[in-house]
C-alpha cells in the first residue's frame, strides 16, 4: 500500500510564519507559498511591500517544485544543460527561477515551498526555512503518534 505524507494546513502555515518572521527581522518583503504534492496552493501570503508579479512567480515556482520534485534552480540548469525550454513541459506555470523547493518525506513529494520577491539566492535560503519548519513539525507530530500506539 502506498502511505503518501502530503504537507498539511498547520504545516503550510508553519512554514509561512518561519519564513515570514525570518523576512521581518531582515526589513525585507516577499511572497510565500506552500503548496501539496501536486503544486496547488495551500498558502500564500503577500508580505506588505513585496512585488505584485511576485504572486504568479512563487505561486509558479512551488507549482513547479512539487510536479519536478526538485530545486527550480535545478531544473533551469538542467534545461539550461540541456538546451530545452522550459514550455517543453507544455504548461505555462513551470518556471526555471530560483526560489522553488520541494517538501521530501521518505524521498516522496510532500508539496513544494516558494518565495518570490527577492534575490533567487534569498528566495531559496528563505524558501528552505520554510521546508524546514514543514519537516520538524511532520517529525514532531510523527513522534507524538508513535508514543500514543
Given at each position: 500500500?502506498?502511505?503518501h ?5 498547520a504545516?503550510?502555515l ?7 518572521q525570518?523576512l521581518?527581522?531582515?526589513y525585507?518583503?516577499?511572497v ?16 506588505d511591500?513585496a512585488?505584485?508579479p511576485?504572486i504568479?512567480a ?20 538542467e534545461?539550461?544543460a540541456?538546451g530545452?525550454s ?11 527561477w ?12 510532500a ?5 518570490s ?23 514532531t ?9
Open positions: 500500500m502506498l502511505v505524507s502530503g504537507v498539511s494546513n504545516e503550510a508553519a512554514a509561512i510564519e518561519d519564513m515570514r525570518a521581518e527581522k531582515n525585507a518583503a516577499a510565500l507559498a506552500v503548496s501539496d504534492a501536486h503544486g496547488e496552493l495551500i498558502a500564500l501570503v503577500r508580505m511591500g512585488p505584485l511576485s504568479a512563487a505561486q509558479a515556482k512551488a507549482f513547479t517544485a512539487a510536479r519536478q520534485g526538485m530545486a527550480t534552480r535545478q531544473l533551469a540548469l534545461a539550461k540541456g530545452w522550459m514550455s517543453s513541459y507544455g504548461d505555462a506555470r513551470y518556471v526555471g530560483a526560489g522553488g523547493l520541494p517538501v521530501l518525506i521518505d524521498g516522496m513529494v508539496g513544494a515551498v516558494a518565495v520577491g527577492l534575490s533567487e539566492d534569498d528566495d531559496e535560503r528563505i524558501a528552505q526555512l520554510g521546508v524546514d519548519a514543514v519537516i520538524a513539525l511532520q517529525a507530530q510523527n513522534a507524538r503518534l508513535s508514543t500514543v500506539k
